[in-house]
Structure formats: C-alpha cells, structure tokens
C-alpha cells in the first residue's frame, strides 16, 4: 500500500523552529490530496493541528504552519516550547480506486 | 463541542468478534457533513484508519480490514459501531472513535481510546 515517510525524530531548542517532512511514497503528491497533521502526547489521543495543507483549526497556535511542495509536505514548530514535545504524524488519502486514508509513521519532537 | 467516548471489552480470545460502540455529545450523530472514523494504535506504533460510516449508513474501510470489519450507526441512540470478526493477537491496539466535519480523511474529535487486548 502507498506510504507517507516521516523522519523517526527530530528536535530542538526552546525558541527555535523545527519542520517535520511527510514524503508520498507512492509517486508525486499528486496521489495525495491533502495533508492534515496531528500531535500526540504520550497517553492521549491525537489532535489535529493543520487540515488542507495549511489551514488550522480554531485554538490551534499560529506557531504550527504547514506547506507542500512536490511529493511532500511539511509541518513547521516555531518559537519551540517545552508543551511541543509530542508526536507528529500527517495524513492524507490516496487518489485510488479504493481511496484509503493513510498515516505517516510518526516523527518524536524532542525540545531539548 | 463535541465528545466521544468508545465502550467495548478489553480483553478478547483469539478467533472471537470485537465489538465497539461510540456515544457522541455534544452534537448530532446525524449532522451533515460529518464522517464517523475508527482508527486504532498498536502499542508503541502509528496511526491506522480502520474506516468510516456516514449517518445515512454509507460506508468505506480499509482494504487490508475490509473483510473483517463491518461500521454501523444508531441515529436513535447518537451511536456508531464497530465489528472486527477472527480477531488475533495482531488486533490488539488502543481503539478510538473520532469525527471529522472536514472530510472524511480529517479527524477532529476524538474519543479517549479504549485498549483492547487479544490473548488466548
């Protein structure tokens, strides 16, 4: 089945930004409609943070901004907190017959 | 805002059907636009779509569960169901209920989680 490849982790500093990528396995991100993103803390269920690329939800800090370009998509932390250390993981679907929802594997933000 | 919150057994026998129900709050199971997911975690992995079912009963599921796994919704009771029949000890997850008014691949209401456990 196509995929959606995420680093296994990333991290950074207090202040910083960091960008967590979510590459379409299966060829262009043409396959790939569009890409949400959801954060977990250890022991919760996810939440979303960005849906069509870029937009966010209400309540959701403008610190978390999103971007696509060719076969992937990337989700951007500015201005790191300690509160952003969770895991990350994008989804979309795939423009197939069956048009089944796919996830990323997840990506560890570690704030150092 | 809405809330979900999944009810079903922890732990199962191999061979078994698993049976999950979702009570949404807070709004209408029944509302347009809205799609009813289950998705589920193996421990310590990633995210897995199982499928969703829509208040008028359309459904669509994951092909690599498809043949295993059946949705419904009880409009009456602000329910949806999920059935995973021939469950194995690779079905064992943490199971979540979530709405989406995005889309049916935007999740943005979530249920708590409910750990199921296959073991003989």
């Known amino acids: 089945q196509s995929a959606l490849t995420q680093p296994a982790s990333v991290s950074g500093s207090p202040g910083q930004s960091v960008t967590i990528s979510c590459t379409g396995t299966s060829g262009p991100f043409g396959s790939y409609i569009l890409v949400s993103w959801y954060q977990q803390h250890p022991g919760k269920a996810p939440t979303l943070i960005l849906y069509?690329?870029?937009q966010r939800p209400s309540g959701v800090s403008n610190r978390f901004s999103g971007s696509k370009s060719g076969s992937t998509a990337s989700l951007t932390i500015s201005g790191l907190q300690a509160e952003d250390e969770a895991d990350y993981y994008c989804?979309?679907?795939?423009?197939?017959?069956?048009?089944?929802?796919?996830f990323g594997g997840g990506t560890k933000l570690t704030v150092l | 805002q809405l809330q979900l919150q999944e009810s079903g057994p922890g732990l199962m026998k191999p061979s078994q059907t698993l049976s999950l129900t979702c009570t949404v709050s807070?709004?209408?199971?029944?509302?347009?636009?809205?799609?009813w997911s289950w998705i589920r975690q193996h421990p310590g992995k990633g995210l897995e779509w199982i499928g969703y079912?829509?208040?008028?009963?359309?459904?669509h599921y994951n092909p690599s569960l498809k043949s295993r796994v059946t949705m419904s919704v009880d409009t009456s009771k602000n329910q949806f169901s999920l059935k995973v029949k021939s469950v194995t000890a690779a079905d064992t997850a943490v199971y979540y209920c979530?709405?989406?008014?995005?889309?049916?691949?935007?999740?943005?209401?979530w249920g708590q989680g409910t750990l199921v456990s296959v073991s003989s």
């Open positions: 807070g709004g209408s199971i029944s509302s347009a636009g809205y799609y």
């Open positions: 069509d690329d870029s």
């Open positions: 989804c979309s679907y795939v423009a197939s017959i069956t048009f089944p929802v796919v």
């Open positions: 079912i829509y208040f008028s009963g359309n459904t």
């Open positions: 979530v709405g989406g008014s995005s889309g049916y691949d935007v999740f943005d209401s």
